[in-house]
């Protein structure tokens, strides 16, 4: 067994995550920031960001995300790899346990949770079948593979929208299916599919099955309308259809709405004292890298009080 206590372990490796560390070391407190490679930040996969401030040129997501790990490393953010597999408090102590799945274990005061979110799966007949075979939920990991082939692309938010516009670069004709008839994209991300060529529509239509032999060669769609099925061809299908909350290792030790999204006030605490949460987790994130590096900054700053006044009690 394998224990140190820390005054906060921060768990997560994405914008949150970082921007927590950067102001936790900073504020001088011990800090242990625990990054698991299978929970791979979303930013990672983000070929070009536009609108984060003060790159006006735009960054790929890979490279900002590099850039907070630097400035963490900078002030001393101390960083191991693992996967949470469950998190204890011990009430005599007032400590929170954090429990890897390779049996180590980290303590500390207090915990920062900023493990973001997940794609979520379509869940039609022939998705599970075909994943890396055509259908994928990642453009810039497997846009390449498409050189001049027709895919399609399943949503109409803004990751939806961003990742046409990228698939563009290699596929002949990119197909943007969507249940509705307007898209629920930001209308610069609209404006820029509309007025790209390679670029198609197929309005209120939903995929209910994904076909082929050894790859994805067609789709069943069904018209949200008139309940039409019919037949698309295509070599690959991307699906980006929101996210869902990466939480599994709370097991209720937080409160989550319905959706298992962790409920927080706006100085990021949740309804367990000493735990603080930031970033795309939250039941009221807007979900964008600006927002989370802002989520990161604010729980570390809560953490840094809570910790102040624990020893301002042990004093006493």
């Given at each position: 067994m ?7 372990i ?41 609108n ?30 693992g ?57 810039v ?75 994805v ?26 996210s ?73």
């Amino acid at each position: 067994m394998h224990e140190i206590e820390y005054e906060v372990i921060i768990i997560g490796g994405g914008p949150a995550g970082y921007s927590a560390g950067i102001y936790a070391t900073r504020g001088m407190l011990k800090t242990l920031l625990i990054e698991s490679y299978t929970l791979l930040s979303q930013l990672n996969l983000t070929d070009l960001i536009e609108n984060y401030p003060g790159f006006p040129e735009g960054i790929s997501g890979y490279d900002l995300l590099s850039n907070f790990k630097k400035q963490g490393e900078k002030f001393g953010l101390e960083k191991v790899d693992g996967i949470v597999k469950e998190i204890m408090h011990d009430n005599a102590n007032n400590n929170f346990k954090v429990i890897l799945e390779d049996e180590k274990n980290y303590t500390a005061k207090s915990l920062i949770l900023a493990t973001g979110s997940k794609i979520k799966k379509l869940d039609v007949p022939g998705e599970k079948k075909f994943t890396g075979k055509g259908v994928s939920y990642c453009a810039v990991c497997d846009g390449a593979f498409f050189k001049n082939k027709n895919v399609a692309v399943l949503g109409g938010g803004d990751t939806a929208i961003q990742e046409a516009i990228y698939l563009t670069k290699y596929a002949s004709k990119v197909y943007i299916i969507h249940r509705r008839d307007e898209l629920r994209a930001e209308k610069i991300l609209q404006a820029q599919a509309f007025n790209n060529k390679k670029i198609n529509f197929i309005w209120d239509s939903v995929i209910e099955r994904i076909e082929g032999n050894i790859n994805v060669e067609n789709l069943k769609l069904k018209n949200m309308k008139t309940g039409e099925i019919t037949d698309f061809a295509c070599d690959g299908v991307f699906i980006f259809i929101g996210s869902i909350s990466n939480t599994d290792y709370i097991n209720g030790l937080v409160d989550t709405d319905d959706s298992g999204w962790i409920i927080t006030n706006g100085k990021m605490n949740t309804s367990k004292p000493g735990i603080f949460a930031a970033g795309d987790l939250r039941s009221d994130a807007y979900r964008q890298i600006a927002t989370a590096v802002g989520d990161g900054v604010t729980a570390a700053l809560s953490c840094e009080k809570y910790i102040s006044n624990i020893k301002s009690m042990e004093y006493i």
